[in-house]
């Protein structure tokens, strides 16, 4: 077996196996047809130096918890990053997930944000960065992301079993990327999301109760 699929295997995720593996053969094709000598040899060696540097950053993405602590939000634990698919609200606008969400709010021209309706996370993001930021942005981006994090966990029932199902463990939004304004790196950060969820987490507990 290759050592990137052993590596891949060693993080106990069977989809992130299977995405792995069908990328893997979608590489193979491009560097066939690219005309490459030994294409399978090639391939193998890139994949293999991609999980060295992906193994290297593991701590970032171990699934956890440790010491009380879930600090990354891969795996088991994707459920609680704004990627996870679902279906959002904000602002009268149906999203496919949070960060589409949270990427439209960065504007208040309605015509721009449904764009974002259709998007995933990943283009949602990219396509969020070439926005013009609306003046009263870094006043209102922690309570727009409250609500929309809040409307996420509200409106899926299994989203909020899987939350709720965390108990009283520390959220951590772990990145290697540098984000330590919503999450931490390299143990420095301000960990925003994290305290949202947190914070959510503590409502919807309550109102269970209630």
Same mark, same amino acid.
């Given at each position: 077996m290759?050592?990137?699929?052993n590596n891949i295997k060693s993080f106990g995720d069977p989809q992130l196996e299977l995405r792995a593996v &069908?990328? #893997?053969?979608? #590489?193979?094709?491009v560097v066939v047809k690219a005309g490459v000598e030994n294409p399978d040899e090639f391939a193998e060696n890139m994949f293999d130096r991609i999980m060295h540097l992906y193994k290297s950053t593991e701590r970032v993405y171990t699934v956890g918890p440790h010491d009380g602590v879930i600090d990354s939000f #891969?795996?088991?634990?994707?459920?609680?990053? %704004? #990627?996870?698919p679902c279906t959002v609200v904000y602002d009268g606008m149906t999203y496919s997930c949070s960060e589409a969400a949270y990427q439209a709010a960065k504007t208040t021209d309605v015509s721009l944000r449904i764009a974002f309706t259709t998007m995933n996370g990943s283009k949602a993001k990219y396509a +969020?960065? &070439?926005l013009t930021l609306r003046p009263d942005w870094n006043e =209102?981006? =922690?309570d727009v992301m409250y609500q929309i994090v809040k409307d996420k966990f509200s409106r899926n029932p299994e989203l909020r079993v899987k939350l709720l %199902?965390? +108990?009283n463990l520390e959220l951590i939004e772990g990145n290697y990327w540098g984000d330590k304004f919503w999450g931490v790196c390299n143990g420095v950060g301000e960990n925003h999301l994290g305290k949202i969820l947190m914070r959510v987490r503590k409502e919807l507990a309550e109102t269970a109760e209630g």
């Open positions: 290759s050592d990137w699929l &069908k990328l #893997f053969e979608e #590489f193979k094709q #891969f795996a088991k634990y994707r459920f609680l990053s %704004n #990627f996870e +969020g960065q &070439k =209102v981006k =922690v %199902n965390t +108990g």
